[in-house]
Nanobody, 116 residues
């Protein structure tokens, strides 16, 4: 069982930058993928960015070029650096981990609000 705790959410103006962190209670080096999802009010949860165990990354088209996902296996932490934030980036951001057996884990989420 892995516990995930997100932090770093904030209220900020459009154009600003923010870094989210996801700290895991156990080792993330064995996780197949680590990812960030977000859910805006009234919308379904969507994938924002994912990073594999070997560091390959993939992004939603809406954030490509603005967001960067990274992982520090030594600190068991995954980050999401968000630049040039837009009001449409507003939502609750969730950390997700999937192990080699396909079991998934979620954090409780952290709120990001971008004002225009």
């Amino acid at each position: 069982q892995v516990q995930l705790v997100e932090s770093g959410g904030a209220l900020l103006q459009a154009g600003g930058s923010l870094r989210l962190s996801c700290a895991a209670s156990g080792s993330i080096s064995s996780m197949q993928t680590m990812a960030w999802y977000r859910q805006a009010p009234g919308k379904q949860r969507e994938l924002v960015a994912v990073i594999s165990s070997i560091g390959m990354t993939n992004y939603a088209s809406s954030v490509k070029g603005r967001f960067t996902i990274s992982r520090d296996n030594g600190k068991n932490t995954v980050y999401l650096l968000m630049n040039s934030l837009k009001p449409e980036d507003t939502g609750v951001y969730y950390c997700n981990a999937v192990n080699r057996y396909g079991s998934g884990y979620w954090g409780q989420g952290t709120q990001v609000t971008v004002s225009s």
